[in-house]
């Protein structure tokens, strides 16, 4: 047998640029991945051991496992092999010093903590949160790298919180490298790791004859050489096969995709050569896993455990398998030796291993999910132990790996032999259930047609999943005729039915039918007699009423709230919807507290339901909820939240919802670069959608705002006017008309048209009257200040601009109120009452810096400074070491990164030697500069670095200002 040359040979770029992102992970304290992608054999494996080697030699805690070939439906495989082992001997209280208490969330993916599972459906992003909590634990004391290979055979649910971490990488020195073949399942993934400032991707190519033939080892004659290295292609694998067994190079069949015949028969000859018993374990070894435990192979392999430990010393001799971390664990060389193995053992020998497997992991009690695998591999039709098997691993990992789930329900309906009875309407309904939690909906519909009995909660279901594939006419058809089925006396399920209506004319924007769908839910709730049907009625029908009587909103919602808080939580999962609707109501008529109070219950409740589209929703309401009230930094935290669970949302509705939340706050904010990226996603997202109305107003709505933001107010009107029904915007609603109103007034007045300004800001005062709101009084009278501003009566505006910031403070709004506030100190400025002016601006700074409001901080900076007042520099909010100016106020509007980078070109760094000090890509400083230009006002790296020293010269008369 000849022999490959023990080094890593070729790779060594490649492994210098990991090393490189080992140490830059090192220094900057937070997380990032790597991913390493090539055919099979080309040797990802070996760059990831080689940085393993590296990091281990450093001093970290390194961590590996890999996804299976032929366990691709195991939920959090590769995850389960690299943690499970490390969390097992770690007690609860070790864990709690680390800093790891979802022990619940974990429980589900890691059988180690299976003593810690609860019954409940669980939460996806609440899984992902703690897996994120404990590899940031793991990384406490020593850094972490995480090493996970064949991810293209990952299943679903591995995938996505992978993306997970990818998007909000563990606030510690974590490092995850991932290997895998290319692969459009990863498409998610690889995304989110692009889009990481220090995120990296290897392509490894094949490697050149030069080095193909340095690591054949010396015993390799010249003839035998050139045969290898035609057969090879460049591939180390195959060089490694040919080198042990080597043959002709077109000899043979065919192997696995991609493998070349003389490779496939180099494999076959090598385990011909081993002893029958050796490879009868082996058989027994590749149908128990990968890696594989020995007693589990010797029970697959019919044989003693004494066998078991002979053959497995022969095969690690010969090279076929290896020792894997765990004691009595063994793997396979290479996953195409596992197959090559697997199927030499044959279809019917396997059959029997399953079954053989399935019974010995029953007997020690092992998790209902490797039994299912087993019992998949091995059962007949009508076998009902293995039905049983098969859904409780499914009811087990529904909510957290929905794709599994529908995979092991399909897998036991195939095995059932009634093909029309309850069990199978039953199964049929898990099935489409999972489907949908997956986001499969065209499938999760047939299904859901195939199951469907007539009953109440199919009916809505299919509503619901119809009118989320754009089937709008079809939903209302399924509904009204639901409705017309029902006898006299069925109320409960005409309310709830009517109420679904509700929800899709309200989509559509047929404001009269979705009234009317309310008043005939109502009115069955009432007959109905049941407290909380009538709750969960008013509560919808206070929300529809919020947009034009928020009086009478008023009292239908105490009504609700008062029904709502007689209720267990577990009564009102069904009516998730309308604590939703609740929470808006509460918010459309500034009762913010309760606004709060109605979505965080639903939240909760979602979350226990398993119902990941409303947990998502609720999430993201609650941070609009806190927007409303002027709370950005609440907002902040809830939102990114949101986002992160509606990307695990059954619809793309969901992500499109939360990006909208996400760049409304963003653009609130001033965080120009986030806000148009956020848009932009959401606009991109809006487009893959069925169209409704619904969808094209409210992106057109946040364009608008962010664009408003921006400053192109001209845009921002005719935008939100095309899309809004044309003049007078007749599609926003009264509760939500009040930005829409100031974006119309500036841009009428960008124009020069004051008296389209002045019918905007008399609207604004006629709802404000008929409302009877304060906090739309607020907007009113800072509407009426900008056009009185306009006429030239300063001081009557800046009167005006108080009293909207007095109303918007009596209820909670902090934000509007210190932005009335920083207008009237600029119409006071404009009139020459500098003092007043003076001690406006200076608590509206203070104000809007605590409310991290940085692009109007800004903007009252800027007022004081014309008025010969200097504002002491404020720290950035997100610090960064090296950061250009941190304080200095002209760099105020860029974030901690944009600093850094404003700070390097200032020096006359290149793009190149900006991105190698920050160790970012030299496309994420373009990014970065462009934002810098923008942000700044500038149009080149001289302007740029022209700012950077105002700003420092600025920070440095502060100072000294300061300690005089």
Same mark, same amino acid.
């Given at each position: 047998m000849m022999g490959l040359v023990g080094t890593l040979v070729g790779r060594q770029a490649e492994l210098e640029a990991l090393e490189a992102l080992l140490r830059a992970t090192h220094e900057a304290g937070t997380g990032t991945f790597a991913l390493v992608a090539g055919d099979p054999g080309i040797g990802k494996s070996t760059l990831s051991a080689s940085l393993a080697q590296a990091a281990e030699e450093a001093g970290w805690t390194v961590l590996a496992g890999r996804a299976a070939e032929f366990e691709r439906e195991l939920p959090f495989g590769a995850l389960v092999d690299a943690l499970d082992a490390h969390v097992a001997g770690l007690d609860r209280t070790r864990l709690a010093r680390?800093?790891?208490?979802?022990?619940?969330?974990?429980?589900?993916?890691?059988?180690?903590?299976?003593?810690?599972?609860?019954?409940?459906?669980?939460?996806?992003?609440?899984?992902?949160?703690?897996?994120?909590?404990?590899?940031?634990?793991?990384?406490a004391t020593r850094p972490l790298l995480l090493v996970l290979d064949d991810l293209h055979w990952a299943d679903p649910a591995t995938v996505d919180v992978l993306a997970a971490l990818a998007r909000r990488p563990p606030a510690a020195r974590v490092l995850v490298l991932g290997g895998h073949r290319p692969s459009a399942q990863l498409a998610p993934l690889v995304s989110a790791v692009q889009a990481l400032e220090r995120g990296t991707l290897v392509r490894l190519a094949p490697l050149s004859r030069d080095d193909a033939a340095a690591l054949l080892g010396p015993e390799v004659?010249?003839?035998?050489?050139?045969?290898?290295?035609?057969?090879?292609?460049?591939?180390?694998?195959?060089?490694?096969?040919?080198?042990?067994?080597?043959?002709?190079?077109?000899?043979?069949?065919?192997?696995?995709?991609?493998?070349?015949?003389?490779?496939?028969?180099?494999?076959r000859e090598e385990l011909e050569a081993l002893a029958d018993g050796t490879r009868a374990f082996l058989h027994g070894a590749a149908v128990a896993g990968e890696p594989f435990d020995?007693?589990?192979?010797?029970?697959?392999?019919?044989i003693t455990q004494g066998a078991a430990t002979a053959a497995v010393d022969e095969a690690i001799a010969a090279g076929v398998v290896q020792e894997a971390d765990a004691p009595g664990r063994f793997a396979f060389r290479h996953p195409l030796v596992r197959r090559a193995v697997y199927e030499a053992a044959g279809a019917g020998w396997r059959l029997g291993a399953h079954d053989r497997l399935r019974r010995a992991l029953e007997a020690l009690g092992a998790d209902v999910t490797l039994i299912a695998h087993h019992a998949e591999g091995a059962a007949a039709v009508g076998d009902d132990e293995a039905i049983d098997v098969l859904v409780a691993a499914a009811d087990r990992v529904a909510a957290r790996a929905p794709d599994s789930a529908a995979h092991w329900y399909g897998a036991a309906l195939r095995l059932l032999t009634d093909v029309t009875g309850e069990r199978r309407r039953d199964l049929l309904a898990k099935r489409g259930a999972a489907l949908l939690t997956g986001g499969h909906l065209e499938e999760a519909r047939e299904v859901l047609l195939e199951a469907d009995a007539g009953t109440l909660d199919a009916t809505v279901g299919l509503a619901q999943v119809e009118t989320w594939l754009g089937l709008d006419d079809e939903a209302r058809a399924r509904l009204e005729r639901a409705i017309a089925r029902l006898g006299e006396d069925e109320h409960r399920a005409r309310a709830a039915l009517e109420l679904q209506l509700v929800v899709l004319h309200e989509l559509n924007l047929r404001t009269h039918e979705a009234g009317a769908a309310a008043r005939r839910a109502l009115a069955a709730a009432e007959a109905a007699e049941d407290p909380v049907v009538l709750g969960a009625v008013r509560a919808l029908f206070a929300d529809v009423l919020s947009q034009s009587d928020p009086q009478g909103a008023a009292e239908i919602l105490e009504a609700a709230m008062e029904a709502f808080a007689r209720c267990e939580d577990a009564e009102l999962a069904p009516w998730l919807q309308s604590i939703w609707a609740l929470g808006w109501a509460a918010t459309h008529i500034e009762r913010y507290d309760d606004g709060a109070a109605l979505f965080d219950r639903g939240l909760r409740i979602a979350r226990l339901a398993g119902d990941p589209g409303m947990a998502a929703t609720l999430q993201v309401d609650r941070a609009l909820c806190a927007l409303r009230a002027g709370n950005l930094r609440e907002c902040w935290t809830l939102i990114d939240d949101g986002v992160e669970a509606a990307r695990l949302a059954p619809s793309r509705r969901y992500l499109w919802w939360a990006l909208f939340g996400q760049a409304l706050s963003l653009g609130r904010s001033g965080d120009e670069g986030r806000a148009r990226a956020a848009l932009a996603e959401c606009e991109a997202v809006a487009k893959t959608l069925p169209p409704h109305p619904h969808v094209t107003l409210w992106t057109g709505y946040v364009r608008a705002f962010v664009l408003a933001g921006l400053g192109d107010l001209a845009a921002a009107f005719e935008g939100l006017e095309a899309l809004a029904g044309g003049e007078g915007l007749p599609l926003v609603q009264n509760a939500d008309r009040h930005y829409a109103r100031l974006i119309a007034i500036n841009a009428a007045l960008g124009r020069g048209d004051l008296d389209e300004a002045e019918h905007w800001a008399?609207?604004?005062?006629?709802?404000?009257?008929?409302?009877?709101? *304060?906090?739309?009084?607020?907007?009113?009278?800072?509407?009426?200040?900008?056009?009185?501003?306009?006429?030239?009566?300063?001081?009557?505006?800046?009167?005006?601009?108080?009293?909207?910031?007095?109303?918007?403070?009596?209820?909670?709004?902090?934000?509007?109120?210190?932005?009335s506030r920083l207008l009237a100190g600029g119409c006071l400025a404009a009139a020459g009452r500098r003092d007043d002016a003076v001690k406006l601006l200076l608590a509206a700074e203070q104000a809007l810096?605590?409310?991290?409001?940085?692009?109007?901080?800004?903007?009252? *900076?800027?007022?004081?400074?014309?008025?010969?007042?200097? *504002?002491?520099?404020?720290?950035?909010?997100?610090?960064?070491?090296?950061?250009?100016?941190?304080?200095?106020?002209?760099?105020?509007?860029?974030?901690?990164?944009?600093?850094? *980078?404003?700070?390097?070109?200032?020096e006359g760094r290149t793009n190149r030697e900006v991105a190698e000090t920050l160790f970012l890509s030299q496309k994420t400083v373009e990014t970065h500069l462009r934002n810098i230009f923008a942000k700044l006002g500038v149009t080149s790296r001289t302007g740029v670095a022209a700012a950077v020293e105002r700003g420092r010269h600025e920070a440095a008369l502060a100072g000294s200002s300061s300690a005089g």
């Open positions: 680390m800093g790891v208490e979802r022990l619940e969330e974990l429980a589900a993916i890691l059988p180690s903590l299976e003593a810690h599972a609860t019954p409940t459906a669980g939460d996806r992003h609440a899984t992902h949160r703690a897996l994120r909590e404990l590899l940031e634990g793991v990384a004659t010249p003839a035998e050489r050139d045969a290898i290295l035609r057969a090879a292609g460049g591939n180390p694998f195959f060089l490694e096969q040919l080198a042990r067994a080597p043959v002709a190079a077109g000899a043979g069949t065919a192997g696995p995709a991609g493998v070349p015949p003389g490779v496939a028969a180099a494999i020995l007693v589990l192979a010797a029970a697959a392999a019919q008399a609207e604004g005062e006629d709802w404000a009257a008929e409302s009877g709101l *304060v906090g739309q009084r607020g907007w009113a009278l800072r509407g009426r200040a900008i056009v009185t501003a306009a006429q030239g009566d300063l001081a009557a505006a800046a009167e005006r601009a108080i009293a909207s910031g007095e109303a918007f403070a009596s209820v909670g709004i902090v934000l509007e109120a210190e932005r810096y605590d409310a991290g409001a940085e692009r109007d901080r800004a903007v009252a *900076v800027r007022e004081l400074r014309r008025l010969g007042r200097r *504002v002491a520099p404020r720290a950035a909010a997100e610090p960064a070491a090296g950061a250009a100016g941190g304080a200095a106020d002209g760099l105020a509007p860029l974030s901690a990164r944009e600093r850094e *980078v404003a700070s390097l070109v200032a």
